[in-house]
């Protein structure tokens, strides 16, 4: 059974610039959410997506947006991007739709603003 | 706010001893508590869950234990392995919140 795939792993941007990154969840899982990690600063939750619904959304600015497709898939975008903003982002998926359980989580994608 | 805290940076342990690993939160709401394991360059990967229901969970070398009244928990690895040698995170939810709250990773380096 294939894990979470996230896309690109790797990517450099220029301040202003905007970058979407994808995720595709495990065969079967719905809910898909994603996380910021920064030194120091540990993983920071952005947003969550089921049945192409957003359900929850962390503290981030509007610049940071999501979306769902029916397939379950999900891509996230950051516009205008800021020197602040290079870090990992890591996708994770779950089974549930409400239930606490585990998310299984991709390698993440590195993005690098310069 | 940081509702998850892990409060010990790093912990070094001789292979073969226990590794404890502590983790406090402060919101009542947190049903759920996990703990991941991350590696450089990869994303975290679960260890091991435990319901606010239970006080105690256990698989292989791994043992969660979770205090409610005192809103902490943690987590024992026996017999410490260097392949242990990682960052772990505790993590928690509420249900129905639909997301995760971090703590700030603990980075264990298992000694031979």
């Known amino acids: 059974k294939a894990g979470v795939t996230q896309t690109p792993r790797y990517l450099i941007k220029t301040r202003g610039q905007q970058v979407t990154l994808s995720c595709s969840p495990i065969s079967g899982h719905r809910s898909v959410s994603w996380y910021q990690q920064t030194p120091g600063q540990g993983l920071q939750f952005l947003f969550e997506?089921?049945?192409?619904?957003?359900?929850n959304k962390g503290n981030f600015p509007g610049r940071f947006s999501g979306r769902q497709f029916s397939n379950s898939r999900s891509e996230m975008n950051v516009s205008t991007l800021e020197l602040g903003d290079s870090a990992l982002y890591l996708c994770?998926?779950?089974?549930?739709?409400?239930?606490?359980?585990?998310?299984?989580f991709g390698q993440g994608t590195r993005l690098t603003v310069v | 706010d940081q509702q998850v805290k892990q409060n010990s940076p790093s912990l070094s342990v001789q292979e073969g001893r226990i590794s404890i690993l502590n983790c406090d939160y402060t919101?009542?709401?947190?049903?759920?508590f996990l703990w991941y394991k991350k590696y450089p360059a990869e994303g975290p990967t679960f260890l091991i869950s435990i319901s606010s229901i239970k006080d105690k969970n256990e698989d292989g070398r791994f043992t969660v234990f979770l205090n409610k009244s005192a809103k902490h928990l943690s987590l024992h690895i026996v017999p410490s392995q260097p392949g242990d040698s990682a960052v772990y995170f505790c993590a928690a939810s509420a249900t129905n919140d639909y997301k995760l709250s971090f703590g700030a990773g603990t980075t264990v380096t298992v000694r031979a």
């Open positions: 994770a998926s779950t089974i549930s739709a409400g239930l606490n359980t585990e998310a299984f």
């Open positions: 997506y089921f049945s192409e619904t957003q359900r």
């Open positions: 919101n009542s709401m947190f049903d759920y």
